[in-house]
């Protein structure tokens, strides 16, 4: 190890630059050893640290009134009102991706992403109550794409569906930049007590840190350094660093992690996720200002003759950390009892600013602990402002109603039931609405109110305008939860980005990141929670820009909710512009294969009028039906609400920019009373015109027309060609 | 009336049940701990919750059937008291050899998770008493293994004892015969993979799993 050519080649393979090795030896004013070299590079890596977003973190809003715990803990709690017996609840949300580890083993990957979301949750004193899951793949028709798919969905199922977590929402979507990186972003809520949230910061010295769970193995050495990392031809040997997840052990953590908390016996408590041991360890020591001392010859481990190296930076999933009160011992010992669980006191709190790890009484490393999290590098990477989209070319005369069919039956656009109908959506029997709509609803057990989940972004517009695709993003979220008669609360961030270390690349975070600050601002929605990966490169090529927004919000009465199927004779009544904004559209990439112009502009102030004035016309008993107008523009929007209701529409909308256009601040709302609601939206100062009837059994459009019955057919076999595969089978036998 | 709700470790519908049972009788079923050995006295129904008992390792409801609380389950069954299995617990009940059968990986191999409808197959149960014969319903569906299998003579013996309380007009996993759910011979067991206890609440959709439990409050009334 004294070797110095030894020591740069092994800080290189651990993804430490030569800049961060220097660091480290000024802080230790010695080379680290192999052990201590391991722990740096799960601290410091992008993952854990992140040093190359931090800087731009910073500026969202993360307060309002609502927010109990904004970001830094493992979810952000936010405040929901009373609960049955009067005491104030909250409702405990994140969304993390687990992208690098899906593409190299969808099963897996998948499966323990939702794993660690869950746990993220119920680690604070929540137990779970609804997850949702947005998906990127590749090409419809790339040779990876259907196994990635077939494997990601039985993942996400298997885990969550044995767990026992309702998934009710989520996102899906194809496009060739996602070819050599696939994301999968899970994003998990739940409810607790407002006063009975559970931190990571421990206190008090001399106090016992105990470990909860699963046994240690090796899986997972490197994970986080792995996520870390762009994708090369040698992806096939990184296989080993992807976790196993085992759902009824979470399942059984859950249970006992909850009985526990209720005995008093928790101090403060930390998941094992992204560098497992170092990072949970390092986390309780820095957040409550205290050194902790492990000692890992006490820690569970089901392979023999692990190292301190191994130990320190293995995976292995279902485990937890915590630091309990010594008098309530045999109280926490009974609980683990009774759920069958491994646990083990493998260290205490010390006083002095250090992490000291010792295996059979010898010092394996001896570092300091503030310097772990305290003293990562943070970068301030340049950044240009990314070129200018392409124009948008001549729109040819295309059949309106043969153009509703391609983009209602692509992959992109087309129903999503295959995927959603391998979760279970209604364990815990309080599901109001499950995934197929605007968004998902359920209620909080035993009182009146329910909560809304949706899960948004549309990278097409974040490639071509960073600032407005993430502000669209937000918004979209919003108008999500405005159709289904939430009130929207906040949001958690999952940003998916390329190389940071490219300027055109961190222009596009950058843009985001502004884009969904001021929506985050505008909407009242501010971030609690989130996630960035980056590198999410193969070959030099990143993916879209995804900044997917999670959002939560709040129906304060179960009568609150919208409803989704518009009756015959009903008008169809727009809100917002007329709009015809056709660049970057779903038409022009889907219908033209164009994929030219800008995004959309998004008007905040419109944004938040047109989702004021909806909610008025649900307190106002004027609506039958709501739905956003998003992808597709008004045509779409309107065939699925025609499909949702069972019954066809008219609209009376001509030229193909009106149909097709993706302006924003839009929704679709079906009534019997539109005058009644035409005269709202004029006192709101709102745009809104009848566009159209339901009633017949076609959507008629532009003179043309298309049957129900066929839209629905196409509608529902847009999957059809990349799921029917041999290698669907195949990953569906694994599950 | 009694009730009591069987819970393992991975059990995730044990609630839902108890809501359900609580709805219909007025009273909340006692939870029974799977390593408890005997059951609470004077009970009128035992319910085998859905979920994933044992993550449904070896086999699903097979670990779960040796567990202790199963011993009793079984003799209270043997004495003719009244069994309920939804999902999981319908495993379990076959696993227990409570019910005959067995419940295959779903034909078209990923987990279904759907409305369903179901056909009231017999209404002469304490199950399925306040149900017509040939209703139709609608539950939810949420399983991996639900697919029932029954040979030529076992198919036999369930339709001339009238056993087949609930088919499928659409079958999702490949049940022989659209089997949703059985009875035992004595008629006092039933085991189905539907979900019932996930519709009894207009706010979720529908109520057509309401009957099925007001049909064992009414007949725990009348004492049958």
Redesign the interface.
């Known amino acids: 190890m004294s070797d110095r050519d030894t020591i740069e080649d092994l800080a290189t393979a651990h993804g430490l630059s030569p800049d961060e090795m220097e660091r480290i030896r000024r802080l230790l004013g010695r080379d680290p050893n192999l052990t201590e070299l391991g722990i740096f590079s799960a601290m410091w890596n992008e993952h854990c640290s992140y040093k190359s977003s931090k800087k731009w973190l910073r500026t969202l809003p993360t307060e309002g009134p609502q927010v109990i715990c904004g970001p830094g803990e493992n979810a952000g709690v936010v405040d929901i009102g009373d609960g049955p017996d009067g005491r104030r609840l909250a409702v405990v949300f994140k969304m993390e991706s687990h992208n690098h580890p899906s593409y190299i083993e969808p099963y897996q990957g998948a499966a323990t992403g939702v794993g660690g979301i869950l746990r993220d949750v119920f680690t604070m004193g929540a137990r779970p109550v609804a997850a949702m899951n947005a998906l990127s793949f590749g090409a419809p028709g790339h040779p990876r794409t259907p196994g990635l798919l077939a494997g990601v969905v039985a993942g996400v199922g298997g885990y969550g569906n044995c767990f026992g977590v309702p998934t009710v929402g989520g996102e899906l979507r194809f496009d060739p930049a996602y070819n050599g990186n696939c994301l999968v972003n899970a994003f998990a809520a739940g409810i607790a007590r407002a006063d009975g949230i559970f931190y990571s910061a421990a206190s008090g010295v001399g106090m016992p840190v105990v470990y909860l769970g699963a046994k240690t193995g090796r899986d997972g050495v490197g994970g986080a350094t792995m996520a870390s990392a762009e994708f090369d031809d040698t992806i096939e040997e990184k296989r080993p660093t992807v976790q196993v997840g085992d759902p009824f052990t979470e399942k059984r953590l859950m249970e006992a992690c909850l009985e526990l908390m209720a005995t008093g016996a928790v101090i403060s408590i930390q998941d094992m996720g992204a560098a497992g041991l170092t990072c949970s360890a390092v986390e309780m020591g820095d957040k409550g200002n205290l050194g902790i001392r492990l000692d890992l010859e006490r820690v569970p481990v089901r392979e023999a003759n692990m190292t301190a190296y191994e130990m320190m930076l293995s995976e292995s999933q279902e485990r937890m950390l915590m630091v309990l009160r010594p008098e309530k011992e045999a109280e926490a010992k009974a609980v683990f009892d009774k759920w069958d669980l491994d646990f083990a006191i493998v260290g205490e709190t010390i006083p002095e600013d250090r992490f000291l790890i010792c295996m059979n009484g010898e010092v394996a490393a001896d570092l300091p602990l503030k310097a772990l999290s305290g003293e990562a590098p943070e970068y301030d990477r340049p950044w240009v402002e990314p070129p200018a989209p392409a124009p948008l070319g001549n729109i040819p005369e295309v059949d309106a109603a043969e153009a509703l069919l391609t983009l209602m039956g692509s992959p992109n656009h087309c129903s999503r039931h295959w995927v959603y109908e391998q979760y279970d959506t209604s364990v815990g029997a309080d599901t109001m609405r499950r995934p197929g709509s605007d968004a998902g609803i359920v209620r909080v057990h035993g009182t009146d109110k329910a909560l809304a989940f949706t899960a948004d972004v549309t990278p097409r517009y974040c490639k071509a305008n960073p600032e407005r695709g993430g502000a669209q993003a937000v918004a979209e979220a919003y108008r999500n939860l405005i159709a289904t008669g939430a009130r929207p609360l906040a949001v958690t961030d999952n940003l998916n980005f390329g190389n940071p270390e490219k300027p055109e690349i961190m222009g596009q975070f950058v843009g985001c990141i502004k884009g969904i600050g001021a929506a985050c601002e505008a909407l009242d929605m501010p971030v609690v929670s989130g996630n960035v990966s980056l590198y999410n490169e193969t070959d030099g090529s990143a993916i879209l820009p995804t900044p997917t927004i999670g959002a939560v919000g709040l129906l304060a009465h179960l009568s609150d909710a919208i409803g989704t199927r518009p009756q015959d004779g009903d008008a169809l009544v727009r809100i917002g512009p007329q709009g015809g904004h056709l660049g970057a559209s779903a038409f022009a990439h889907e219908v033209l294969g164009d994929r030219g112009g800008d995004a959309p502009a998004v008007d905040l102030t419109a944004e938040r009028a047109a989702g004021e004035l909806v909610l008025a016309a649900r307190d106002a008993g004027l609506l039958r039906a709501a739905h956003d107008v998003a992808d597709g523009g008004l045509a779409v929007a309107a065939a699925e609400m025609a499909l949702a209701g069972g019954v066809g529409v008219t609209l009376d909308v001509s030229g193909l920019g009106a149909l097709y256009g993706e302006d924003q601040g839009r929704y679709l709302l079906a009534t019997s009373e539109p005058q009644a609601l035409l005269d709202l939206a004029t006192a709101h100062g709102v745009p809104a015109a009848v566009v159209g009837r339901f009633g017949g059994d076609a959507v008629t459009l532009a003179g043309t027309a298309v049957k129900l019955a066929e839209l629905a057919a196409a509608h529902r076999g847009g999957l059809d060609a990349i799921t029917s595969g041999p290698e669907l089978a195949s990953a569906a036998a694994h599950a | 009336m009694k009730t009591a709700v069987i819970v393992f470790?991975?059990s995730?519908?044990d609630?839902?049940m108890a809501?359900?049972l609580e709805q219909a009788t007025g009273r909340k079923p006692q939870m029974v701990w799977h390593k408890d050995a005997a059951l609470p006295q004077g009970l009128d129904l035992v319910a085998i919750p859905?979920?994933?008992s044992?993550?449904?390792?070896l086999r699903c409801g097979a670990i779960a059937a040796q567990a202790p609380v199963m011993r009793a389950v079984v003799a209270f069954a043997n004495r003719g008291g009244h069994v309920l299995g939804v999902c999981n617990g319908f495993q379990v009940l076959i696993e227990a050899g409570l019910l005959p059968g067995a419940l295959m990986r779903n034909a078209?191999?990923?987990?279904?998770?759907?409305d369903v409808t179901l056909e009231v197959a017999t209404a002469d149960s304490v199950f399925t008493s306040a149900y017509a014969r040939g209703q139709a319903l609608t539950v939810?569906v949420?399983h991996?293994d639900g697919n029932y299998v029954a040979d030529a003579a076992l198919l036999e013996r369930l339709r001339g004892e009238d056993r087949i309380a609930f088919t499928y007009r659409d079958n999702p996993n490949g049940s022989t015969a659209d089997i949703a759910g059985v009875l035992s011979g004595n008629r006092r067991v039933l085991g189905m993979m539907p979900?019932p206890?996930?519709a009894?609440?207009p706010?979720?959709?529908g109520t057509d799993g309401t009957a099925l439990f007001d049909s064992i409050a009414a007949a725990a009334r009348i004492g049958a």
């Open positions: 470790p991975g995730n519908c609630r839902d809501v359900a859905g979920g994933f044992f993550g449904d390792y078209g191999l990923t987990f279904v998770c759907r939810p949420a991996h979900h206890e996930r009894v609440d706010v979720l959709g």
